[in-house]
Nanobody, 125 residues
Framework: VQLQASGGGSVQAGDPLRLSCVASGLPFGTYALAWFRQASGEEREYVAAISRRGTAQYFANFVKGRFAISRDDAKNTMYLQMNSLRPKDTAVYYC???????????????????WGQGTLVTVSS
């Protein structure tokens, strides 16, 4: 069972970037998925989540209107489209998966039992 995040890089403020998270070894469609991020010296924080089958999406307040989360179950892949990036968005971004259907807890790290290795996003001003 593995999640592989990719797509990170160095961009300028205002640029877009799309992250991908490819899953292997798990029944992808039965998992809800999320992105978290961790800036240097700070705790990991919730960014966005998407329900099983992609029927609902959830976002942290600081990314609403700028980021979009989606999934392609045929490709076992989740995406995070990030627009209007800011220097404060600089962080390592992690994808995570959970079998839980309890949407109330999707922002909690403890809800997720499968994690990817992270991909670094650096936004310069």
């Amino acid at each position: 069972v593995q999640l592989q995040a990719s797509g990170g890089g160095s961009v300028q403020a205002g640029d877009p970037l799309r992250l991908s998270c490819v899953a292997s070894g798990l029944p992808f469609g039965t998992y809800a998925l999320a992105w978290f991020r961790q800036a240097s010296g700070e705790e990991r924080e919730y960014v966005a989540a998407i329900s099983r089958r992609g029927t609902a999406q959830y976002f942290a307040n600081f990314v609403k209107g700028r980021f979009a989360i989606s999934r392609d179950d045929a490709k076992n892949t989740m995406y995070l489209q990030m627009n209007s990036l800011r220097p404060k968005d600089t962080a390592v971004y992690y994808c995570a998966a959970t079998r839980s259907g309890n949407t109330l807890y999707y922002s909690r790290e403890t809800e997720y039992d499968i994690w990817g290795q992270g991909t670094l996003v650096t936004v310069s001003s």
